[in-house]
C-alpha cells in the first residue's frame, strides 16, 4: 500500500470521528506493506492525470495505480469508475 493511501485511510477514520489513539492500534494491526512513494511513483501518478481525469480519480487513487504499474502489481479499490479504465495494470473493483 502506498504512504500516499495509508495517509488516506488515516484521514477517513479522522474523519469519521474515531479517537487517534484508536486509529493508532488499527493501523498497527494491519498486515500491509507501507510503501513510500518515491520519484518513479509521483512521475507515474502524475503522467495519469490526463487518462483518468474523466473517471475523477484522485492524486490517491493515481498513486495506488502507480504503485500497481511501478511493482507490476494490483491495484485494488472499491470505487467502480476504475472498471473503465484502460490502463496497462490490473485493476480489481472490489465492489
Do not use: H
Not at 8 to 29: F, T, Y
Not at 61 to 87: E, F, H, Y
Request: glycine share 6%; with cysteine.
Amino acid at each position: 500500500m502506498s504512504a500516499v493511501n495509508y495517509a488516506e485511510v488515516v484521514a477517513k477514520l479522522v474523519d469519521r470521528g474515531i479517537p487517534d489513539s484508536q486509529i493508532l492500534e488499527v493501523m498497527a494491526q494491519l498486515d500491509v506493506e507501507v510503501v513510500p512513494a518515491d520519484r518513479d511513483q509521483a512521475t507515474i501518478a502524475g503522467l495519469l492525470r490526463a487518462e483518468t481525469r474523466a473517471a475523477g480519480l484522485s492524486l490517491g487513487d493515481r498513486s495506488c495505480l502507480a504503485l500497481a504499474i511501478n511493482r507490476r502489481g494490483v491495484a485494488l479499490t472499491m470505487d467502480r469508475a476504475w472498471a473503465s479504465l484502460q490502463l496497462d495494470v490490473e485493476i480489481l473493483v472490489a465492489r
